[in-house]
């Protein structure tokens, strides 16, 4: 298995673009995510998704969409990028059962600069 | 809000000293408990975690953790560090509300350099 993969590895942007993050995982989990992660900072929760079809924002949602029309692929897409969403963006999935914890699977990451 | 504390931004250490990287958490209810490492290179994968039972948590390459709830802390162990073990350490929580669980919650991270 692959696991989660993320494309691009890096991508540099200028103020007012858009883009979109791909991420994929093979291990048919019902739960995908996407983290920022600032310097010094730790992951910031932006949007995460329960199954095929829902998602729901996250802790800092706000300048990003994201959709879930399978349940393999989790894009996350920057309408008009802004020098404040530089930074290394994560994606990770999970088998969510009831009445434990679950682990989450992180792909490498996408390191975005905007300019 | 819930919020999660790692004492320390960056520890450096030599191989066979002993390590504790510090963990507190904020909420007062039942809680999941994890820690994740990041090598150079590499992506996050979990280390261990904790979500119920025998509050001394042992995970992969000689790692152990405890859980104190009445500190609200799950520190990271190992006695003895090796140069491999040069990575970042992230300490999570999410809620359990039995049936169902919150969000992680992150801390901000350790970095652990090792000196061979």
């Known amino acids: 298995n692959a696991g989660v993969t993320q494309t691009p590895k890096f991508r540099i942007l200028k103020i007012g673009q858009s883009m979109t993050l791909q991420c994929t995982q093979d291990?048919?989990?019902?739960?995908m995510y996407w983290y920022r992660q600032d310097p010094g900072m730790g992951l910031k929760l932006i949007y995460y998704?329960?199954?095929?079809?829902?998602?729901d924002k996250g802790e800092v949602p706000n300048g990003y969409n994201v959709s879930r029309s399978t349940t393999e692929d989790f894009p996350l897409r920057l309408e008009l990028a802004a020098p404040s969403q530089t930074s290394v963006y994560f994606c990770a999935s999970s088998q969510r059962v009831a009445g434990g914890a679950d682990t989450q699977y992180f792909g490498p990451g996408t390191r975005l600069t905007v300019l | 809000a819930q919020s999660v504390s790692q004492h320390n931004h960056h520890v450096i250490l030599s191989e066979a000293a002993s390590l504790e990287l510090g963990c507190n958490y904020s909420y007062g209810g039942t809680v999941n408990l994890f820690w994740y490492v990041q090598y150079p290179g590499q992506h996050l994968q979990l280390l261990l975690k904790y979500f119920s039972g025998d509050p001394l948590v042992k995970g992969i390459k000689g790692f152990e953790a405890e859980f104190i709830k009445s500190k609200f802390s799950f520190n990271l162990r190992k006695p003895s560090v090796q140069w491999s073990d040069t990575a970042e350490y992230f300490c999570?929580?999410?809620?359990?509300?039995?049936?169902?669980?919150?969000?992680?919650?992150f801390g901000k991270g350790t970095k652990l350099s090792v000196k061979p």
């Open positions: 291990m048919n989990h019902n739960y």
């Open positions: 999570a929580v999410n809620r359990n509300y039995g049936g169902s669980q919150g969000n992680l919650i």
């Open positions: 998704s329960v199954g095929a079809g829902i998602t």
